[in-house]
């Protein structure tokens, strides 16, 4: 599609590139397609793979008048980021990469396990994501129902708001995506914090009348 419109430029952002699952490999497009190189943007940052959400560090690359053009605005918004920002991203890109093989593991046997979990839960069914730390679970078995405590549960919103001040569990309702009846959930956090909080879940969906 995209060459046969070759006035669309490209955006790829490839910031969970490193974060993939069950042995799959990641290619950026522009390896994909050659031809599309010279009118992509690729953009990533060290945010995810190197847990440097903080830091607020990205970088891009991509043809020479397009980068010029991003300086061009970029000197007139903002002063950039800190030297000591920019120190810290280049030792976590230059130094030792094994670190990322240990993440990754551990990102996958925490989705394994929240996916297992959550298809416990009654009116959800999951996905099995091959990369990043989210899972999308669709809720639509739960759009219509009500909770104990009354609440009509008419959208994913609904659904996660209810959740969050009846079983105090943060989610994100898929209608923020532009995803209806999802919700999303991060597992980049400690295992018994993601039991007990998917536990919440299925007692929440148990309970739904």
């Not at 979990?117 to 091959?130: D, F, V």
Request: aromatic share 8%.
């Amino acid at each position: 599609m995209l060459l046969k419109h070759p006035h669309v430029l490209i955006m790829s952002d490839e910031i969970y590139e490193h974060l993939t699952y069950d042995g799959r490999e990641f290619c950026s497009i522009a390896e994909v397609e050659p031809k599309l190189k010279e009118r992509t943007l690729t953009v990533n940052g060290a945010s995810k793979a190197y847990a440097m959400t903080g830091w607020r560090v990205g970088y891009a690359g991509g043809p020479t008048p397009m980068i010029a053009a991003m300086m061009n605005m970029q000197g007139q918004a903002t002063a950039g980021v800190s030297t000591i920002g920019q120190a810290a991203v280049t030792a976590a890109l230059d130094g030792p990469q094994d670190i990322i093989a240990s993440h990754v593991a551990d990102y996958q046997n925490r989705r394994n396990l929240v996916v297992g979990w959550l298809r416990e839960a009654k009116g959800i069914t999951c996905h099995m994501p091959e990369g990043a730390f989210y899972v999308f679970p669709n809720i639509a078995g739960c759009i219509g129902k009500t909770t104990p405590k009354g609440k009509k549960l008419e959208t994913d919103t609904d659904f996660v708001t209810a959740l969050l001040e009846e079983r105090h569990v943060a989610t994100v309702q898929g209608a923020a995506y532009g995803m209806s009846p999802y919700i999303r959930i991060s597992y980049a956090t400690d295992l018994e914090s993601l039991r007990e909080g998917c536990k919440r879940i299925q007692e929440f969906c148990g309970e739904l009348r």
